[in-house]
């Protein structure tokens, strides 16, 4: 599958990469690496954060996270953020390129990078930021075996997301946005709104 996402990603990243946010001054940016593994079914790579943290404790998400003014791109933001995170080297990473830069519900905009790593590379979750990391086939994904579909309003815009659990983790909200925007545009995965799953406000 990974031949077909880079086949596929390589038409347009070009464009993407021109729409990067840079400069000086990142303040209120952030970004995450998307990262896949090297094998057939490639596995999502996703962390739990700690339940001490004081934002966003225990949901799931991509490893990375705000801009540092030490930061010389938001591509070395997400490489910094995910070693810092889980222990993954910047060197262990074979970067394709960014994704869409996204808001979140508190007008942060994230910049996902897309990643590739080796299967068996040895992962090890900060314990003062993290529960858990864990990993999902992107097969998963795939088939949207979605729990339900949650409806939040971005940027004065109505968006609708699917939700999904494995294994015990809820998946949700940005991760799951991130996640869908990646399978529909780059896969073109037949995800949509499904009006048979209820949808849950989260404004």
């Known amino acids: 599958m990974l031949d077909i996402i880079e086949r596929k990603f390589t038409r347009m990243k070009d464009e993407l990469a021109a729409r990067v946010p840079r400069g000086p001054d990142l303040h209120g940016h952030a970004a995450v690496l998307l990262a896949?593994?090297?094998?057939?079914?490639?596995?999502?790579?996703?962390?739990?954060?700690?339940?001490?943290?004081?934002?966003?404790?225990?949901?799931?998400?991509?490893?990375?996270?705000?801009?540092?003014?030490?930061?010389?791109?938001?591509?070395?933001?997400?490489?910094?953020?995910?070693?810092?995170?889980?222990?993954?080297?910047?060197?262990?990473?074979?970067?394709?390129?960014?994704?869409w830069t996204r808001s979140t519900r508190w007008q942060i905009q994230v910049t996902p990078w897309l990643g590739i790593v080796a299967a068996d590379a040895v992962l090890t979750p900060n314990p003062g930021e993290l529960d858990a990391i864990f990993h999902v086939p992107l097969s998963f994904f795939l088939e949207d075996p979605r729990v339900r579909t949650d409806r939040v309003t971005i940027d004065k815009t109505r968006v609708y997301l699917p939700a999904y659990e494995y294994e015990g983790y809820e998946i949700w909200g940005f991760t799951a946005g991130v996640l869908t925007e990646f399978l529909v545009r780059v896969l073109d995965a037949p995800i949509g709104r499904r009006d048979d799953v209820p949808l849950r406000a989260l404004n």
């Open 36 to 99: 896949l593994t090297d094998e057939p079914d490639p596995q999502v790579i996703l962390t739990l954060r700690s339940q001490q943290l004081s934002s966003h404790s225990g949901e799931v998400s991509f490893p990375g996270g705000r801009w540092d003014e030490t930061d010389p791109s938001l591509q070395y933001t997400a490489l910094r953020e995910t070693h810092e995170e889980i222990g993954l080297p910047a060197e262990e990473v074979r970067i394709l390129g960014p994704l």
